[in-house]
């Protein structure tokens, strides 16, 4: 088996193994409760806290774009991907496999395709990482300056063609997401209150 196919075979498992942890929490809760889960007080701050987590993503994209060829924020990069996995569980647990409504299943399954497209965003991200270095030291070792070399990895990024198709489900479904989860939030609170 080669290494990507292991590394795929387990961000598969762990993200199985996520869904079925925030459904079974979420059933074991609403057991204890008597109702679901996800209409309790206590469910309802779960759902909140998710969506405040996931609410974190937005900062990388907006760190990014702050300025042209400013350094990339690799911290804000990592919590975009740790707040990316958390706040969709804690958003599971509040939904639970309780699929009674069509707009919070719909944004349940737009966020799904969020974080698939998210995950395997990541993993060409890696891969270009891994690329530009090898190109940076073909082109050092060529004698070229190190600001002749900064400037041809960036035209070299900026044109990448696998990140721009990655990027052509992966913004659209954010947009969608946070449409849903708003109109979501919004009938919540206006057909059932806090």
């Given at each position: 088996m080669t290494t990507l196919t292991e590394r795929f075979l387990t961000v598969l498992g762990l993200m199985v193994m996520a869904v079925v942890s925030g459904l079974a929490v979420?059933?074991?809760l609403g057991l204890r409760s008597g109702e679901p889960f996800g209409h309790t007080q206590a469910g309802h701050l779960v759902g909140w806290a998710g969506f405040a987590v996931t609410l974190l993503v937005f900062v990388y994209p907006?760190?990014?774009?702050r300025g042209p060829?400013?350094?990339w924020p690799k911290g804000w990069?990592?919590?975009h991907q740790v707040a990316g996995v958390i706040g969709p569980v804690l958003i599971l647990v509040h939904a639970g496999p309780h699929f009674h409504a069509l707009v919070p299943l719909l944004a349940l399954l737009a966020m799904a395709v969020?974080?698939?497209?998210?995950?395997?965003?990541?993993a060409a991200h890696r891969k270009a990482v891994r690329l530009l270095r090898e190109e940076r030291g073909q082109l050092l070792g060529q004698g070229l300056s190190a600001e002749a070399v900064e400037d041809r990895l960036y035209e070299l990024a900026a044109g990448e063609e696998a990140f721009r198709v990655w990027q052509i489900?992966?913004?659209p479904m954010v947009a969608v997401f946070v449409v849903l989860a708003t109109a979501h939030v919004a009938g919540a609170l206006y057909f059932g209150g806090w």
């Open positions: 979420e059933v074991w907006y760190q990014k774009r060829k400013t350094a990069f990592w919590v969020v974080v698939v497209s998210g995950v395997v965003g990541v489900i992966h913004t």
